[in-house]
């Protein structure tokens, strides 16, 4: 029995040295610490650094917009009358001057000729007046040829013309210099009156001209009113509700008009391209600033800014819904490194840079303008050195580390361009 025991004591001894020895012999892995970052680091803790690049700084404003058309009109008849035909429908595309409907005016047409039977009458007025005119200066120069001969007798030698004769003949001269002058009257009279009938006459031709109604530019018809043999009063007179014939709308060049913040609004510029999304197609376009307000609004405080876009293969439509994104603040080429490598101390500002041996260094620097990822360094720092970024309250400077690449700040963040 007692050899028995001896026997499992001896098994048991044994097989507790095997699992001490293969204990004792195994590797450790990261599940037996979790802690541990790498293999043979030693008691160096692992630091996520990023360097020190350049860069394009900027902020990046979305603004939401929908596009209008260039120009939109509703064309009016300039007279009242029927139309007699009209040429276009929804959708059609015009040309500037283009006839898009003929009205009928009837009454038009009879003051039309009226005026031009005025102005027929009116110059037959003035021949008659020239005749006249034409023969009271022959009449007079006849008159007053004869008058300055017996003068003249009568004055060289007294008696030899009786004076009663020299005195009708003055008589007749006078006489007939006045009828000169009435004729001339009657003339300037027959001309005024032409004056008016052809002031007459252009007005009613003008009226009618309007009886064509014409499109203004180049577009499409975005809506029609009024149908062949419709009434339409005329567009001018603001008592009465009267109705456009068409829409025109032009759509080669849309506006899109977008309200610009006042913390941006001064870094507006003319010309500047503008990228936007455009959701229903989703596709980006590029526009021009073509003009602003220059100008806040008081109640929003935002600057109306216009920017257009070429549509010359009609992909854009009016009413589309966009989403806009304006630029500001842009720094190019400035050397940077992420925010979250800076440390601030009320007006100091440190990092800690990763020596090529791996040591901490604490740095001050200067900085510049911020995004809303990095910032611009203006000293302290060089390209392509080190820094940490994120938790740098667990270093301290002396301290060795283990760098690992971070991604803190890259152009893939917000900001980062």
Do not use: C
């Not at 429908?89 to 005026?115: H, I």
């Not at 806040?296 to 800014?305: A, D, G, I, K």
Request: no cysteine.
């Amino acid at each position: 029995m007692n050899k028995k025991k001896i026997l499992i004591a001896g098994v048991v001894l044994l097989a507790a040295g095997f699992l001490v020895w293969r204990l004792l012999s195994r590797t450790p892995t990261e599940a037996d610490d979790p802690g541990r970052h790498t293999v043979n680091s030693g008691d160096a803790p692992a630091a996520a650094i990023a360097r020190v690049e350049r860069r394009d700084l900027g902020e990046m404003l979305s603004v939401s917009g929908a596009f209008k058309a260039f120009q939109d009109v509703e064309v009016h008849a300039k007279v009242a009358g029927y139309i007699r035909v009209i040429y276009v429908d929804v959708g059609d595309r015009v040309k500037q001057g283009q006839t898009l409907a003929v009205l009928e005016v009837p009454e038009l047409a009879a003051q039309l000729a009226s005026a031009e039977a005025a102005v027929g009458a009116a110059q037959e007025q003035i021949r008659r007046a020239q005749g006249d005119l034409q023969r009271a200066k022959s009449t007079y120069s006849a008159a007053h040829s004869a008058y300055t001969r017996l003068k003249q007798a009568a004055d060289s030698q007294a008696g030899l013309v009786a004076q009663q004769e020299v005195d009708d003949s003055q008589a007749k001269d006078l006489s007939d210099e006045a009828q000169v002058a009435s004729a001339e009257a009657e003339l300037s009279a027959a001309k005024q009156q032409l004056e008016v009938a052809q002031a007459n006459q252009k007005q009613y031709a003008a009226l009618s001209a309007y009886t064509r109604i014409s499109a203004p530019f180049d577009g499409v018809i975005t809506n029609r009113y009024a149908d062949t043999g419709s009434l339409v009063a005329a567009g001018t007179s603001s008592s009465t509700q009267a109705i456009p014939v068409v829409r025109v709308a032009q759509t080669s060049v849309l506006r899109l008009v977008l309200p610009i913040p006042e913390s941006v609004a001064a870094q507006i510029h003319l010309g500047e391209v503008v990228k936007v999304h455009v959701q229903a197609l989703n596709q980006d376009f590029e526009g021009k600033v073509s003009r602003f307000a220059d100008t806040l609004n008081e109640q929003t405080r935002t600057m109306e800014t216009e920017i257009d876009f070429e549509n010359r293969r009609n992909q854009l439509l009016p009413g589309m819904y966009v989403e806009a994104h304006l630029s500001h603040d842009e720094r190019r080429n400035a050397l940077t490194v992420p925010l979250e490598a800076v440390a601030r101390s009320g007006e100091l500002t440190n990092v800690l840079v990763v020596s090529p041996d791996n040591i901490v260094e604490e740095r001050p620097v200067k900085l510049g303008q911020e995004s809303s990822t990095r910032v611009e360094v203006l000293s302290g720092l060089t390209e392509g050195e080190r820094v940490i970024v994120g938790n740098l309250g667990e270093f301290r400077p002396g301290q060795k580390v283990v760098p690992k690449e971070s991604k803190a700040g890259s152009a893939g963040a917000p900001g980062g361009r």
